[in-house]
């Protein structure tokens, strides 16, 4: 089997490594599921992507996101890398926008001073028991923003939205394995995404953290799925009393 082309790549950063780091497989397509899962478990990054073709099948790419433990049908950072990576290596033009065919659908990437990925349009899972999320995040119920529910929604790739009250409670969560595995055992999301109205650094708006160990994730430093999610919270539950919302997240 010959050694498949990839690239490094990170479309979060501001300056060099100082993201969510990427691994892009190029014409994977010969390439069985074992192998792709193996060779996102050496990458151990967050995600690899494998472009199965070069060739366009319907209007788009055909792609496949991995885990260093599973395939996702969806993740955010790893669709817009992809079709970076696409544009540049593959088409090598300045396409205004690249279509990736996942697992979870077609989402379409368009470029200009910044990428932007249309996701599907959110769906609201269950809402959870609030007094269990404090114990799984090591933190006491009244960290808990107790005007918002703790609930699953999915743009793809389902999360566990956790509405905290200030940013101290933010900073101190710690994933307690134990009870996380014991949660995540009855909910369709794996991940749990705090988030709390205080930014660190001015400019921004909010601040959150994902934390997704059973993909071999501690903490995730940056997520486009699960930020995803949470614009669609923001909305359903008018967080910011509004029918819409543009933030900044941190």
Wanted: proline content about 7%.
């Amino acid at each position: 089997m010959e050694n498949p082309t990839f690239y490094i790549v990170d479309v979060f950063a501001e300056e060099k490594y100082a993201g969510n780091q990427l691994a892009v497989v190029r014409e994977a397509g010969y390439l069985p599921d074992d192998t792709m899962q193996r060779i996102a478990a050496e990458m151990n990054f967050s995600e690899t992507t494998f472009i199965l073709s070069e060739e366009e099948r319907d209007g788009g790419y055909d792609v496949r996101i991995f885990t260093p433990e599973y395939e996702v049908p969806f993740a955010g950072h790893p669709t817009l890398g992809t079709a970076f990576v696409i544009r540049k290596e593959v088409l090598a033009e300045p396409a205004d926008r690249v279509v990736l065919n996942l697992k979870v659908g077609r989402i379409p990437v368009t470029f200009g001073e910044v990428l932007w990925m249309v996701q599907l349009p959110p769906s609201f899972g269950e809402v959870l028991d609030p007094a269990r999320l404090p114990r799984v995040l090591n933190l006491e119920e009244k960290d808990l923003d107790e005007r918002y529910p703790v609930q699953e929604v999915s743009t793809g790739l389902p999360a566990i939205i956790v509405p905290l009250a200030v940013f101290d409670a933010l900073r101190r969560c710690r994933v307690d394995r134990e009870r996380y595995f014991e949660l995540i055992e009855g909910t369709e999301a794996k991940s749990v995404y705090a988030f709390c109205p205080e930014p660190h650094e001015e400019g921004n708006d909010l601040t959150a953290r994902m934390f997704a160990d059973l993909y071999s994730v501690p903490e995730d430093p940056a997520t486009g799925s699960a930020t995803g999610c949470l614009a669609g919270y923001l909305v359903e539950h008018r967080y910011f009393d509004a029918d819409s919302v543009d933030v900044r997240l941190e």
